[in-house]
Nanobody, 115 residues
Framework: QVQLVESGGGLVQAGGSLRLSCAAS????????MGWYRQAPGKQRELVAT???????NYADSAKGRFTISRDNAKNLVYLQMNSLKPEDTAVYYC?????????WGQGTQVTVSE
């Protein structure tokens, strides 16, 4: 079993920045891919960014150039630095860890970007 705990969400004005963190614990199988997904009200959950154990990254078009994903393998942490935030980035952001054995999700952290 894997536990994922997100932190760092909050309320920010458009153009501002936030840094999300996710701490993974439990039976973590490697190699794995960690990532961030988001779900806005009335919409489906969507990919934001992912990063593999080896550091390969993948971004949604909406995140490219503004968001940066990184991870600390030794501490089982993944981060999402979000800059130039827009109101349309408002959503619950979920941490994800996917390996050959399981696909785990955190509880989510709310990000609200005001005009």
């Amino acid at each position: 079993q894997v536990q994922l705990v997100e932190s760092g969400g909050g309320l920010v004005q458009a153009g501002g920045s936030l840094r999300l963190s996710c701490a993974a614990s439990g039976n973590i199988f490697r190699p794995n891919t960690m990532g961030w997904y988001r779900q806005a009200p009335g919409k489906q959950r969507e990919l934001v960014a992912t990063i593999t154990s080896g550091g390969n990254t993948n971004y949604a078009d909406s995140a490219k150039g503004r968001f940066t994903i990184s991870r600390d393998n030794a501490k089982n942490l993944v981060y999402l630095q979000m800059n130039s935030l827009k109101p349309e980035d408002t959503a619950v952001y979920y941490c994800n860890l996917r390996s050959a054995l399981r696909n785990s999700w955190g509880q989510g952290t709310q990000v609200t970007v005001s005009e």
